[in-house]
């Protein structure tokens, strides 16, 4: 049996099962424990499944990864609002990091007049947005998601340590009821959090949409952010301190 059709498989058994054990996939596909284990260890890191005590979970329908060109249209023009206030915390001659989600996507239309600014990315769509508008732009390079056309891997995040970034711009799937920023990729978190810790300043944008919403892995509190952009006064529920929040 080929890789691709066991990975069919094991993802048609975690439809009806929701949890298997290693042990039992390896009996049912006829296959050794490694190979098993590999195989799951591939579909976790393509967010197909989550790997959990010696077996893998089906992902909740709201978990999964979707296609970039959908997440796109999803709120876009709150998103567009959020990005033109971001671009007004950058100033010029600033290093800036933006993270391949498409609710910053857009700030590359807002920060054309500013002087002198570098940009580092993991984006290969605002990446090649920035560079149409003469924008002084870096690529992280490492593997590339089909779904998000996003770098991510160790080669993107030893890139981004590169560099001491002024400001940090970025979203997420969702911020929990406990206030923290989760996401349903975990390699697409180490990015961020390599850029959290490169960065002097951290902004948050999130629209109304992603509050109360629980993905796999932690990013950081909201608490932690420097400042939270967004179209929602729920924030307010999060926070203790009003001078970070920029509602739009």
Not at 73 to 97: G, M
Not at 127 to 142: E, F, H, S
Not at 151 to 156: E, L, R, V
Not at 235 to 247: C, P, T, Y
């Amino acid at each position: 049996m080929l890789k691709e059709e066991r990975y069919d498989k094991i993802l048609s058994i975690l439809d009806k099962e929701k949890y298997i054990s290693a042990h039992k996939l390896s009996e049912m596909l006829f296959v050794s424990l490694p190979t098993i284990r590999r195989d799951l260890a591939e579909l976790d890191r393509r967010n197909q499944i989550i790997r959990s005590h010696g077996g893998a979970k089906a992902i909740e329908p709201e978990h999964i990864v979707t296609p970039l060109n959908f997440r796109k249209t999803v709120n876009s023009l709150q998103k567009r609002t959020l990005c033109q206030a971001a671009a007004n915390l950058v100033s010029d001659n600033e290093i800036i990091f933006i993270d391949s989600s498409t609710t910053t996507l857009q700030m590359a239309d807002f920060l054309v007049e500013k002087k002198n600014i570098t940009v580092i990315t993991n984006g290969i769509s605002l990446a090649t947005l920035l560079v149409q508008k003469d924008i002084k732009t870096y690529c992280t390079g490492g593997e590339i998601f089909q779904n998000s056309l996003a770098h991510f891997g160790s080669f993107a995040e030893d890139f981004i340590r590169r560099f001491n970034i002024d400001t940090m711009f970025f979203s997420c799937h969702g911020v929990n009821n406990s206030g923290m920023l989760t996401d349903p990729s975990l390699p697409e978190t180490q990015v961020r959090k390599a850029a959290i810790n490169q960065s002097k300043k951290t902004v948050f944008l999130c629209d109304e949409s992603k509050f109360s919403l629980s993905t796999p892995y932690n990013l950081i509190s909201i608490k932690e952010v420097d400042y939270v952009i967004t179209d929602s006064p729920i924030v307010r529920d999060f926070l203790d301190i009003e001078n970070k929040i920029i509602i739009v």
